[in-house]
């Protein structure tokens, strides 16, 4: 039996034409998308891209940042050449550098891990645990400094006075020895990072797969097996972004160490001569670009290494 009012169906035409239809932009729609896309556009091309060009440019001239452009004068390579040879903060701060990083792998990135790896066992409080280890991540870098400036000041910070050190003759000055205050910034830079460290580790271990875990007790794998065999594995993609953001974030490193004493008295640090020579006393607009530049250059490479592994892992699936 044959339907009344049978479906009608669209001949091979019509379809055609209805897939033809573009739908056209209004001129309104054209002045909201040109807003939406160019006021980013425009403030990535003058807050990023044009001091940093900029940057680059003035690395190989000369000048005091006073007067205009006829005040600058080209010198080559030399700025570089006195950095790496005629300015004695500048190995020192490169050091410091390359000590905070290691500090950032060796103490700060493992203590985050492991606070990731208990906190999704789901113990009763987790969420409260979580909210407190994450709460230094919420403070800005200058009011952790002013925070542990307290705790380490010789007469009446917390931690002399705990260990019994306040008195006039056995105090310890822990930000004013250039033998401990390295190491006590270090300290205040790790109390930070760990809990980031935490919260990307979380993340990772929560989009684990459960059956990979089951699978490995059953085949009587313990738990620490289980980790570093079956889950770790898996985490490679967060290793990668957190070693990448571990790398940027020691040699970005500026706050803590400027808040404590200037980066003086053994806290020189290449962000810290970046600022000293371009907005100090004496300012060397040229010789801190070339400085900013060398910074530069040291973070890119774990920013190239990152997308490069990323682009051979999308080429590959």
């Known amino acids: ?33 040109s807003f939406m896309v160019g006021i980013p556009l425009l403030g990535v091309l003058f807050f990023i891209w044009f001091p940093a060009v900029a940057t680059v440019l003035l690395s190989f001239t000369k000048w005091n940042g006073i007067g205009g452009l006829s005040a600058i004068h080209s010198d080559g390579v030399q700025n570089y050449v006195q950095a790496a040879t005629n300015y004695p903060p500048f190995w020192p701060a490169v050091r410091h550098n390359v000590l905070w990083l290691v500090v950032f792998l060796v103490l700060a990135t493992p203590l985050g891990m492991l606070f990731a790896v208990v906190l999704d066992r789901n113990l009763r409080g987790s969420r409260v645990y979580q909210s407190l280890l994450f709460l230094p991540v919420m403070l800005s870098l200058a009011l952790i400094g002013i925070i542990w400036e307290l705790i380490y ?13 306040s008195g006039q003759h056995n105090l310890i000055d822990w930000l004013g020895n250039p033998n401990l205050n390295l190491w006590a910034v270090l300290v205040e830079a790790c109390w930070r990072q760990a809990p980031y460290v935490m919260v990307l580790y979380l993340a990772g271990l ?36 957190i070693l990448v953001i571990t790398v940027i974030e020691s040699l970005r490193a500026f706050d803590l160490v400027y808040i404590t004493n200037g980066g003086n008295n053994g806290l020189e640090l290449l962000s810290v001569l970046i600022t000293r020579n371009i907005v100090g006393q004496v300012s060397r607009i040229g010789f801190g670009s070339a400085l900013g530049v060398v910074l530069l250059v040291i973070s890119l490479v774990p920013i190239v290494t990152f997308l490069v592994m990323q682009l051979r892992q999308e080429k590959r699936t």
């Open 153 to 165: 000041s010789p007469n009446y910070g917390l931690l002399n006075n705990v260990i019994g050190r």
């Open 206 to 241: 929560k989009a684990v797969d459960p059956s990979l875990r089951e699978a490995a007790l059953v085949d009587g794998a313990n738990a620490w097996q289980t980790f570093w065999r079956v889950v770790f594995p898996v985490l490679r993609p967060i290793n990668v972004v």
């Open 1 to 33: 039996m044959v339907s009344a009012n049978p479906a009608v169906v669209p001949s091979p035409v019509a379809r055609k034409r209805r897939r033809r239809r573009v739908r056209t932009l209004s001129a309104r729609d054209k002045v909201v998308l």
